[in-house]
């Protein structure tokens, strides 16, 4: 099992979250961050205040998959996040421990693999 | 011909109106800045904010003249061109320059009107550019032909506060420059949801405060006309929220408050052609019959490419057509002193009122196409794909609407 971690663009993330859907990735968890990769600082100016802004708006995604899933999720966020200039974000794959999901007491693989039918249970 | 004295109370009553649409064009901006997304709301409220500025002088300059100083049929003439002329003296029965201030109002809004149909992906100074020139070129004339001792005027058209120059007019260019600027770029393919519905509810709200100026203040006076005309800007909307929330009931078994903001502009815009020439009874209907068709077009117009993005078409062509054609079925010469409509014995007026649309619609779709192909010749009227995606707010105006200041660093401003 891993855990992947991508950052991306903000405006990327609906074709992102395509991508995923598309490569039957289901189960995911998002936050808005705001994070530095190199990429030029905006100017912003407030009446007299003139601001460069090095933070820009991120959003981090959290994938936690089975080891058959890591190429496909992988290839679906690098293919789907990409503008080509800096500033389209990173992805990280970190090994997982245990896992467990919280309504069965379910461990590891099944734990991170959809039950049949869980999709329409929502 | 004699010169009419000033009436104090009639000056009073439209130093009052002048003011309370004024406030129209920033309530515009609250009710479409709710609309858009975060990353476009100021940009999105600016497009109405700067109408006061850049539209404005323009009327001052030159618009105002177009439209209401002696002239053709078609045109009016230079002799109160940069307000020459425009003194303390009389028109009608205020003061000239107040008049030339309240109709000023009107311009502003009618070309901000416009920007709701092409948020999220014009570049600004284009978009200036175009609403300055079309207030001179589009909104003059045909607030002359109406207003101003033009042909339509002559003919016989009722158009007490604006369903066919303001509204008509705005809706039949918002579909031109949708159309020439093409799609946002996630239309129809994301989910494009409104940022701030709250900010919608106080524009609508005030919008409809304001409008007690816009057809209440049509009469030019403190009389019984704008008495009339006052009344039922409060009714017929009150009509058309009611059938409204009725639909999306049947629709959805829910009322949402995007649609009862929107289905109070759309009673707004359907009463104020007929304003000041229906009795109550009839401008309640007039309201909730304008409810229907704006409805439809709204769910018809999503399902299309065409992207005009908060729907200017179906709130004010749609209800402005609505208005002005009811117009002239619903008028009653008992209460307005001109003319009876067609189901008061004046099928004619029915007639005129279809004249006065159709020419409005031709004149402001040919004047618009014209002024963004000559502005396309000189710069680019689209942001690029990149800007769209990160925003507009801080692509076009270096501002962000809502910034935590997080990773701002201060520049020294440079003393040198």
New interface residues.
Partial sequence: MKLVVAII?P??L?EVLEALYRAEVRGLTISRV?G?GGET??????R?????????DKVRIEIGVSDTFVQPTVKAILAAGA?G?VGDGKVFVLPVEKVYRIRTGEEDRSAVTPVVGEESGV | MTPTPINQADTAWMLVATALVLVMTPALGFFYGGLVRAKNTLNTMMMSYVALGFVGIAWAFIGYTLAFSTGSNWLGGLDNAFFRNVGLDAKGTIPHILFAGYQATFCVITAALISGAIVERMRFGPYVAFITLWSIVVYAPIAHWVWGGGWLGKLGALDFAGGTVVHINAAAAALVVAVVLGARK?YA??AIIPQNVPFTLLGAGLLWFGWFGFNGGSALGANASAALAFSNTMFAPMGTLVVWSLLDITRTKKTTAVGAATAIVVGLVAITPAAGFVSPVSGIALGAIAAVPSYFTILWRSGTRLDDSLDVIAAHGVGGTVGALLTGVLAQKIWNGTADGALFGNPRQLGIQFVAVVATIIYSMVGTFVILKAIALVVPLRASQ?EE???MD?TQH???AY?????????Q?DRG
């Fill in positions: 663009r405006e990327k609906n705001r530095h600082e905006a100017v912003e100016t407030y007299g205040t003139t601001v460069k802004v090095e933070l820009h503008t200039e | 996630d393919r994301q990149k995606g990160v925003g801080v270096g501002e962000e910034s935590s200041g997080e990773g701002a660093i201060l520049v401003p």
